[in-house]
């Protein structure tokens, strides 16, 4: 059966589509949280310096292959080449990982907005208010339900254009509040500190971890890796210029997560009185220092009101996206209606993300490596199996459809591809060799072999 493919009627509307799936929780919860760990302007030169190299070159063959072939992952790959079916398959494994966790912040999210909002600015600020809230057994499930139900509602319904509309409006509504409490947290006593902290690398804080932490952060934030930049790639037009489309997504998303973390680790200084142990809360940072921040802050219930609003609306559209990824990929499997295939993705995320909503209460005992449950999927997700297909789509398309069918194909628009050189050493080369060390490390780090060290890399 043909279809004909809807198409995106402008360069525009191409890229800010692209951008609302890849900016969502990623920019705003991950990558402050993961900068702050893991060495702060250290953290930040190495994704930078990741993004315009790898993301770039990654995100290019990814939607080319897409426009290419006109279908969404798994048929795009086994098009191009039979031997490759596996790799689509394996591609979409990745959002039936990051939906349900995805679902469970979300659903921290609108906890913290109904909060917010009915005045509880104030109490949220304490110190363990967020450990007791996610250690916790029906509240924080229940709060995971309902951001799943909503989710549900909307790719069933088919509204999510609607949604689309009203994210566009509020997205730059996020942009401004987060540079209004950026200003606000660095103009705090003790915040300069934490600005040096956050855009000075220290040599000394490169490591393995680090890079992988950066590669993950990556994949996740620009949605790369998992068939999702293959699909949006189906609907672009011929004569939209891949190129800077995909220099426009990229400043987009990782504009926003510096943003994000401007507001929130030099903050974090400033209300820790310098005590670097804050730095390294993890997945909590956002819900224990926002709030001290709001609370101190004139007009801070209101304003933090607002701010969980935007990231909820930020949160939705990704997730909306994510669902509906994996709704289509069940309903070309089996044939099944709309209907049936949410009610099923709906259910099984409810039930895979059931542990990651428990893993900090009643199924805390279950931690490997000093993981909980919702790092695990993180960690399986982002550091095993997006590193894996990301090393499989650099050899499918540096050793068996070419480079240069790729760079054919961004050339297409006006005869122009910039950067060409650069994209075919990186996915022929650099990306393969470099994904194969990551990936040793992190499956050996599992297995509590440290690769790396042995190689003394
Ligand atoms: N990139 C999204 C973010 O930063 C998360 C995400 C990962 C996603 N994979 C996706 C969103 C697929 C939509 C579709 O939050």
Redesign the pocket.
């Known amino acids: 059966m043909q279809q004909k493919r809807s198409n995106f009627s402008s360069k525009l509307g191409f890229v800010l589509a692209a951008s609302g ?7 705003i919860w991950r990558f402050p949280y993961l900068a702050a760990k893991y060495g702060g302007g250290t953290f930040l030169l190495i994704y930078l310096i990741l993004a315009v190299t790898f993301g770039f070159s990654l995100m290019i063959a990814e939607i080319a292959i897409g426009r290419k072939t006109g279908l969404s992952a798994i048929g795009a790959f086994k098009m191009l080449d039979k031997r490759f079916g596996f790799l689509g398959i394996l591609a979409s494994a990745v ?1 039936i990982v ?1 939906f349900p966790y ?1 679902s469970v912040i979300g659903g921290w999210v609108v906890k913290y907005f109904t909060v917010f909002i009915s005045g509880g600015a104030g109490a949220s600020a304490a110190d363990d208010y967020f450990s007791t809230f996610i250690s916790g057994t029906f509240e924080p499930l229940g709060w995971f339900f309902i951001f799943l139900a909503v989710t549900a509602l909307i790719v069933l319904c088919g509204v999510e254009k609607g949604i689309e509309k009203v994210s566009k409006i509020m997205m730059p509504i996020l942009v401004v509040l987060t540079l209004v409490i950026s200003v606000y947290g660095l103009t705090r006593e003790g915040a300069m500190e934490g600005l040096v902290y956050y855009i000075k690398p220290h040599m000394s804080d490169v490591s393995a971890k680090t890079i992988l932490a950066a590669m993950g952060q990556l994949f ?4 790369l890796a ?1 068939g ?1 930049m293959v699909t949006y790639g189906s609907y672009m037009k011929k004569d939209n210029h891949l190129e800077s489309s995909v220099r426009q997504i990229e400043l987009f998303d990782t504009g926003i997560a510096f943003l994000a973390g401007l507001m929130i680790i030099p903050a974090v200084f400033a209300f820790s009185g310098g005590d670097e142990s804050a730095l390294s809360a993890g997945p909590g940072l956002m819900f224990i220092t926002l709030p001290k921040v709001f609370a101190s802050m004139k007009l801070g219930g209101a304003i933090g009101t607002i701010f969980f609003l935007l990231v909820f609306f930020a949160a939705l559209t ?1 997730a909306i ?2 669902m509906e ?1 994996i709704v289509s990929i069940f309903r070309d499997k089996f044939n099944w209606s709309r209907k049936g295939a949410c009610i099923f993705v709906a259910v099984l995320a409810l039930i895979m993300g059931a542990p990651s909503s428990l893993g900090f209460g009643p199924l805390s005992f279950i931690s490997w490596m000093g993981m909980s449950v919702l790092d695990i999927m993180d960690f399986v997700s982002n550091s095993v199996l997006m590193p894996i297909v990301a090393f499989f789509t650099c050899i499918f398309v540096g050793f068996f459809i070419k480079t240069k069918s790729i760079s054919d194909e961004v050339r297409v628009t006006d005869g122009k591809f910039k950067a060409e050189k650069l994209f075919t050493v990186m996915i022929k080369w650099v990306a393969p060799i470099f994904l194969l060390l990551i990936l040793l490390s992190s499956v050996g780090g599992a297995l509590g072999i440290d690769f790396l060290q042995a190689l003394s890399v």
């Not at 799936?21 to 920019?27: D, F, I, P, R, T």
């Not at 996740?220 to 949605?223: F, K, R």
Request: cysteine-free.
């Open positions: 799936s890849a900016v969502g929780l990623g920019n959002p990051i995805y996740y934030s620009m949605s998992m999702i990704s996206s994510l990824t």
